[in-house]
């Protein structure tokens, strides 16, 4: 795991969501990506990362 205590929030959550991605643990990595999404509602790119994890996860409505 890495250590992502000396980042920014934003920078963290999108370390860990990724993290997640790239080892299936996709409800972990939705709630990383909504998390997320709270603190950064405005980060394209998290958003998009969160629908794809979304349809992974198997929950492809909430993704729209």
């Given at each position: ?46 958003g998009l990362r969160l629908a794809w994890v979304?349809?992974r996860a198997g929950d492809g409505r909430s993704?729209?």
């Open positions: 795991a890495e250590d992502t205590s000396g980042l920014p929030r934003e920078e963290a959550l999108a370390i860990v969501g990724m993290r997640h991605e790239v080892t299936r643990e996709w409800s972990a990595a939705v709630e990383s990506y909504r998390e997320l999404r709270r603190v950064a509602p405005d980060d394209l790119e998290a979304q349809i993704a729209w």
